[in-house]
């Protein structure tokens, strides 16, 4: 689903610290691909440290910057691609539920390497491909911990809406699943699940890998469309 609304070089602030994966990494002056953008090099040859602080986001006057993170250091700012880096300390959140951390360990293995597609994940070919959106990767998520959320070929983020039970916003715990009401007022339209301290896995066109990401609600951008919707599988 296309939901997000950006405005135009509007900064949103990750609040997250990040830790690049690969010293070979190429960086850029803008995202790769837009206009103006030149590279400068890789990690290594730039002798940046692999911890990045205060990392953004941006929009470029309309182009597309989907997929590309942006950091400053040694006063200089870069653009590295999302599949590059990782969130710090993600092992801090696990929890005690081992069907829940079944079920997350299976979705975060797909990070940066399973892009957005509608409608797909509906068939054993496309779970061999790891071809999902968002509805059908969580019920993929769910379904290696041995729960099954519906039917395969007709999961929805409406079938999905009806699953477990219900829990206030504010009491969200890691396996939660959560849902989104888009900017054309479409109820329910997309779907997470939450791994706690404010992260959240999920599959979308607009998350930083183009796909099976990891995003946060400090980011006002998605914090904006959570509809206050929240189901306990587990």
């Given amino acids: 689903t296309r939901f997000l609304h950006r405005s135009i070089s509007k900064i949103i602030d990750l609040g997250q610290l990040l830790t690049i994966k690969n010293s070979k990494a190429k960086l850029y002056s803008a995202p790769a691909g837009t206009k103006g953008a030149k590279l400068l090099g890789t990690v290594q040859e730039n002798h940046l440290n692999g911890k990045i602080i205060g990392t953004v986001r941006k929009d470029l006057n309309g182009q597309k910057a989907a997929g590309y993170i942006a950091f400053s250091q040694n006063h200089h700012q870069y653009w ?4 590059n880096v990782r969130f710090r300390n993600l092992n801090q959140l696990r929890g ?6 079944t079920a997350l360990s299976a979705g975060l293995k797909l990070v940066g390497h399973s892009k957005y597609a509608y409608g797909g994940g509906r068939t054993l070919s496309d779970i061999r491909h790891h071809k999902f959106d968002c509805s059908s990767f969580v019920r993929y998520c769910y379904s290696k911990a041995g729960i099954t959320l519906g039917n395969l070929d007709s999961v929805t983020t409406y079938t999905l809406v009806t699953m477990g039970k219900p829990v206030k916003f504010q009491n969200m715990k890691r396996g939660d699943l959560f849902f989104f009401t888009n900017s054309r007022g479409q109820v329910n339209s997309h779907v997470a699940i939450y791994l706690g301290n404010h992260l959240f896995l999920h599959d979308h066109n607009q998350s930083d890998t183009g796909g099976v990401g990891i995003s ?9 469309e959570t509809n206050g919707v929240v189901r306990r599988i587990v």
């Fill in 80 to 83: 590295i691609s999302a599949q």
């Fill in 96 to 101: 005690r539920n081992p069907k829940v951390e």
């Fill in 216 to 224: 946060t609600l400090n980011a006002p951008s998605w914090r904006h």
